[in-house]
């Protein structure tokens, strides 16, 4: 019947709004693990520093006096993250967009019945019947 199909695309789109909207929450929750602050990349980029830090405090531990030691010892000690190119840990997925919410046209149609033409009392039912 005309009610049975009605509400076999309204139960159709209403699954895919539902599915749309859970994996948006996923998707939300599991970038900010990764990509939001105090993430994964955020992580890893404190990482990167420290080894940035160590290899600047070893380059200086290998001066040749110790006035050049201790001067290279107080720079390291200087520098700050901005100091670093810290942008050499990337992970391809932070770059990317949540994928679009694409209801059919078909749904779209189907969620507003006013104007379906198997619904009755609708201008379009009458005009179709």
Not at 19 to 43: A, F, K, M
Request: hydrophobic share 30%.
């Amino acid at each position: 019947t005309a009610c049975e199909q009605s509400e076999g695309r309204l139960t159709a789109c209403e699954s895919y709004n539902n599915c749309y909207n859970s994996t948006r929450h996923v998707y939300n929750s599991t970038w900010n693990d990764i990509c939001g602050p105090d993430g994964e990349l955020e992580s890893l980029r404190n990482e990167l520093y420290a080894v940035f830090r160590i290899e600047c405090l070893v380059i200086a531990m290998n001066a040749s006096s110790a006035l050049e030691r201790h001067n290279a010892i107080d720079e390291c000690k200087q520098k700050v993250m901005e100091d670093y190119n810290l942008t050499l840990v990337t992970i391809q997925e932070c770059d990317l967009d949540m994928p679009a919410y694409s209801l059919s046209d078909n749904c779209s149609v189907a969620m507003n019945v006013s104007h379906d033409q198997n619904t009755s009392g609708t201008a379009e039912y009458e005009a179709h019947y």
